[in-house]
């Protein structure tokens, strides 16, 4: 069988460009993948749709975009024209998306091939995409182990070499904790670089697509390309800045943060002496690295639960029954058909944080817990800013601890909050904040390094991620090639 | 413990519809999330401003409409009556 997706994007293209291989070869590649693993990674797929475009392809001349021609797995949260969009919800297992998502316009545009959508937690709610309609991905590094989520499906593509690039969404760590857990490169952007139009809305301030890949260049080429001010997303902004521009650049006057909460304790031991191995490794390359304080920074997933609970009720208010998705049949009246619907369409999490979000937005309570978050959360954005005053970026772990058993605490109604307690920070600020491989635990699992910049400055996260990568002596490859 | 009223107003508001043993489970679980975000009650904060969004681009207000065919918007409508969305009797005769 033909490697050609293990390959580099550079290496890819250049076969493309020689006309060695066409893009069909790549999607053929991809669907002998898909078909061979069992792990779980895909809600739908669509070959015939993947093979056309490609003989489309072929038609054109392969220009100079890295990107031309290569297959990409899309979350299914993400509309995709004339494809299903699940969200991994009985509620919408027969929805068909009717136009496409402002950033699958832009990977359209760049001729890239989408072979199908991937698994998640309903709704993206969840922390290891067991929540899912459809059974929970397996992690190609132990399968009896979580995958980590929600965007767990197009974490277990990348990481097993399914295919190269996959898009995610993060509203509390969903693209970085799921990153971690497979031992890939995975960014969530500034809030507002990446178009939200036609991104399923679970809460609003926090939601943001993310990029996944197997090392960060192709990851900065990515997310460049999905990159654009829409105007059908009125918090995105135009962005010229190249992101690519500081990649292998030398790391000169370099200053990095390591909060003392992100090596306390509750951090697994193993993780935490990665992160101080990294910091050495740092400090003999000349970049200065210093332990900060941060006010609120523990109190994270508190104001995490009230927003993202409370944004939630009121944006899966829509799931009525009448205008799309499952619909009770002969319900008593209109009240019934609301009631009936939700409960037999939504499954026990989403109904649990769309009944504690309704009851945070009610009446008075409003007032005591959600106005009082959006409070704490510009205090805890102003004392994130001070950092980046004095620093580059802030580093610590992605996670607490690695990828555990599968079907682990299930009925917790707290666990998935406490799985991302280092990772919603960033979307409190809106800040970007990338994940990346730095080593393995003593049961051979990935251990992710969380990187967070100030806003719009993914290129200086890019460099020093950039630089750690060439530092760093594990393979994550290893699993790509068990399929 | 929540009280079984207390559910039952909480599934009201979200307008979900619960089994008798659903109130059980619903009772303890919703019980400790409420119990972890009234923590919040306890944090001191620094000043009034609210974060409401991370981004401070002035928004223009005015929306570049989406023209959808309707055609399209009816193939996801779960009831329908020719070109118009079926919805259960409301009034009664």
Redesign the interface.
């Known amino acids: 069988m033909s490697k050609y997706l293990s390959l580099s994007l550079q290496e890819i293209h250049e076969l493309l460009k020689n006309k060695k291989i066409t893009p069909k070869d790549l999607v053929m590649e991809c669907f002998d993948n898909i078909e061979k693993s069992n792990l779980n990674a895909f809600i739908n797929v669509y070959k015939d749709y993947a093979l056309s475009e490609a003989s489309k392809l072929e038609e054109l001349e392969v220009d100079d975009d890295l990107l031309f021609g290569i297959p990409i797995a899309i979350k299914d949260n993400i509309m995709v024209k004339d494809m299903k969009c699940t969200c991994a919800s009985k509620m919408l297992d027969?929805?068909?998306s009717?136009?496409d998502a402002g950033c699958i316009d832009e990977i359209k545009r760049h001729h890239m091939i989408i072979v199908g959508k991937t698994n998640m937690d309903e709704f993206a709610m969840g922390s290891t995409s067991e929540t899912s309609y459809y059974g929970a991905p397996h992690n190609p590094w132990n399968y009896d182990k979580v995958s980590g989520g929600s965007s767990g499906g197009s974490a277990v593509a990348v990481s097993s070499g399914i295919i190269p690039l996959a898009l995610g969404s993060d509203t509390g760590g969903s693209v970085r904790q799921p990153s971690s857990f497979t031992g890939i490169v995975g960014m969530k952007p500034?809030?507002?670089r990446v178009s939200r139009y036609g991104l399923v809305a679970f809460a609003s301030?926090l939601d943001q697509v993310g990029v996944m890949s197997r090392n960060v260049y192709e990851n900065a080429l990515l997310l460049k390309a999905i990159s654009k001010e829409d105007?059908?997303d009125?918090?995105s902004?135009e962005t010229n800045d190249d992101i690519t521009c500081l990649i292998n650049k030398p790391l000169t006057n370099f200053k990095v943060a390591i909060p003392k909460y992100f090596i306390s304790d509750i951090v697994d031991k193993e993780i935490r002496d990665k992160i101080l191995e990294i910091k050495t490794m740092l400090e003999t390359n000349h970049v200065t690295v210093d332990f900060v304080d941060i006010k609120?920074i523990d109190?994270t997933?508190?104001?995490y639960?009230?927003i993202a609970?409370g944004e939630a009720?009121s944006n899966l208010?829509r799931f009525?029954?009448?205008?799309?998705?499952?619909?009770y049949l002969n319900?008593?009246?209109?009240?019934?058909?609301?009631?009936?619907t939700?409960?037999y369409g939504?499954g026990s999490e989403v109904?649990?944080r769309?009944?504690?979000?309704?009851?945070?937005l009610?009446g008075e309570n409003a007032k005591?817990?959600y106005?009082?978050?959006?409070?704490?959360?510009?205090?805890l954005?102003?004392e994130f800013q001070k950092v980046f005053d004095n620093y580059n970026l802030i580093i610590g772990p992605t996670t607490a601890r690695c990828a555990y058993n599968l079907n682990t605490n299930l009925d917790d109604?707290?666990k998935s909050?406490m799985d991302d307690i280092l990772v919603m920070h960033a979307n409190?600020?809106?800040?970007p904040s990338l994940s990346m491989p730095v080593g393995f635990n003593s049961e051979h699992l990935p251990i992710g390094l969380q990187i967070i910049g100030n806003?719009m400055d993914e290129k200086t996260i890019y460099q020093l991620a950039s630089f750690i990568e060439k530092e760093i002596k594990d393979d994550f490859s290893e699993v790509r090639n068990g399929i | 413990m929540l009280t079984k009223e207390e559910v039952l107003h909480?599934?009201h508001?979200?307008?979900?519809?619960?089994t008798d043993e659903e109130i059980e489970k619903?009772q303890k679980?919703?019980k400790?999330?409420?119990d972890?975000?009234d923590?919040?009650?306890s944090?001191e904060?620094?000043?009034?401003?609210?974060?409401?969004?991370?981004?401070d681009?002035q928004?223009?207000?005015k929306?570049?409409s989406?023209i959808?065919?309707k055609e399209?918007?009816l193939?996801?409508?779960?009831?329908k009556m020719g070109n118009f969305?079926e919805?259960?009797?409301?009034i009664n005769e």
């Open positions: 027969n929805f068909v009717i136009y500034t809030y507002g301030s105007k059908r009125l918090t902004f609120y109190k997933a508190i104001l639960q009230i609970m009720s208010a009525d029954g009448i205008k799309y998705g499952y619909s319900p008593k009246d209109l009240e019934d058909l609301y009631k009936k939700r409960r939504f109904k649990r769309i009944m504690v979000g309704s009851y945070l009610s005591i817990y106005n009082k978050a959006l409070q704490i959360r510009d205090d954005s102003k109604p707290l909050f409190m600020g809106g800040f806003r | 909480v599934a508001l979200a307008r979900i519809e619960v619903y679980d919703l400790i999330l409420l972890e975000v923590k919040i009650r944090i904060d620094f000043d009034d401003d609210k974060m409401f969004s991370p981004t681009n928004y223009d207000l929306r570049e989406v959808v065919d399209q918007i193939s996801n409508v779960p009831k969305v919805v259960p009797v409301m």
